[in-house]
């Protein structure tokens, strides 16, 4: 939903009972009337009317019971994925999330833009023969009630965050854990069995660990997360598995450094898009400018070998200038078209390339050293 429209936001695949929306005022107990529920299909609210207004400040609980499909043709929201599993010569499947953006509506009820910050419960219904994960470490299973061969995972309480992070995944990956002396929190590689014993997760193991290690020495802030989960899954169009396994026998130095980038670029966005993020999509540039930037910081402390501070200027800057002279080149910020979907549809290799390489002009005019200073006191607040 928009800030200044009332409403729930909902999705296409996702169906509210109505009778069973139910709210209640936590001050005196009582149930709020509800007159009318409408759906505002171009912006994906789900509108509840009542016979008054409610009183600014005061606390109400709002519970809506809702099904949501699990999409076979969308890659984004909840969806099934697939991978083929090369040693019994079947395709396997698995329900995987992509709410980037602003997908998690497409998987539950939620205010889901990026300056809204909750802390999220996830229980996961399974089958025995597949495991899940989340944001936050697995509390228990139980046997679900009147089955013998099927599990509710309950998950801790997240930390405080926006519902585009929010993720889970079921499926029957094997995984392979860090020890504490690469990084004192738990970093697990999830992937199929097969890649695992083959140890094509090793590299990434031991590259992620090494790469949360620095920025939090950099930006002199504990990782906030209670965990770091990297899972391979094979239909995301913008990060391919391949960048997440590596053969050292059979990859090249080419595929280990895309490898080395992406996650490089993704776990600086544990500090740019996710400890700190944009109030709405127009301001994306933000945190995949600055993730992209330090992706090369981070990368010439733990690889240095592919001397990343010099391809700055040729992946980034030059880059920036083939896309930026083309005729979907847009400002950085991007003005807001109403429909959120609509806005998000701009050139978004921009937002990366060169949202980098104004950061790199800042660090030039300001200096490094009063760039970070800034950016330590700005992330701490």
Do not use: C, D, M, W
């Given at each position: 939903m928009f800030p200044?429209?009332?409403?729930?936001?909902?999705?296409?695949?996702?169906?509210?009972?109505?009778?069973k929306v139910l709210v209640i005022d936590l001050s005196t107990g009582e149930i709020v009337n509800i007159v009318k529920q409408d759906y505002d299909e171009l912006r994906e609210f789900y509108v509840i009317t009542f016979d008054h207004l409610l009183i600014s400040r005061r606390k109400y609980l709002l519970t809506i019971t809702f099904d949501s499909e699990v999409s076979l043709t969308r890659r984004d929201g909840l969806y099934r994925s697939q991978y083929f599993d090369p040693v019994r010569n079947v395709t396997k499947f698995l329900a995987a999330?992509?709410?980037?953006?602003?997908?998690?509506?497409?998987a539950f009820v939620c205010f889901d833009e990026p300056e809204f910050i909750a802390t999220f419960n996830v229980t996961i219904g399974r089958h025995q023969s597949f495991n899940s994960a989340s944001n936050s470490p697995l509390i228990y299973s139980q046997l679900i009630n009147g089955t013998d061969s099927w599990y509710w995972d309950n998950f801790a309480t997240t930390v405080p965050m926006s519902t585009y992070l929010v993720a889970f995944i079921v499926s029957d990956?094997?995984?392979?854990?860090s020890n504490s002396s690469q990084f004192e929190k738990s970093v697990r590689i999830l992937a199929p069995e097969s890649t695992i014993q083959n140890g094509y997760a090793n590299y990434s193991l031991t590259l992620a660990p090494a790469l949360l290690f620095t920025y939090e020495n950099l930006f002199e802030i504990k990782y906030a997360m209670y965990k770091m989960d990297l899972a391979a899954i094979y239909d995301l169009m913008h990060v391919r598995p391949e960048n997440l396994l590596y053969h050292p026998e059979r990859d090249t130095e080419k595929s280990r450094f895309q490898l080395s980038q992406v996650l490089a670029h993704e776990l600086a966005h544990q500090y740019?898009?996710?400890?700190v993020t944009s109030e709405w999509i127009t301001g994306f540039w933000l945190k995949e400018g600055f993730a992209t930037y330090f992706s090369f910081i981070g990368m010439n402390a733990t690889v240095p070998e592919f001397e990343p501070l010099h391809l700055i200027t040729t992946n980034t800057i030059q880059a920036a200038m083939e896309i930026d002279v083309l005729g979907d080149s847009h400002p950085l910020q991007f003005p807001d078209k109403e429909n959120p979907h609509d806005t998000e549809n701009y050139n978004s290799v921009i937002l990366y390339l060169k949202g980098a390489s104004i950061v790199r002009l800042m660090e030039g005019f300001l200096g490094w050293n009063v760039l970070l200073e800034g950016l330590q006191e700005y992330l701490r607040r």
């Open positions: 200044h429209n009332p409403g729930v936001t909902y999705k296409g695949q996702l169906i509210v009972a109505e009778p999330t992509q709410f980037a953006g602003l997908n998690a509506r497409a990956y094997g995984s392979i854990e740019f898009g996710n400890l």
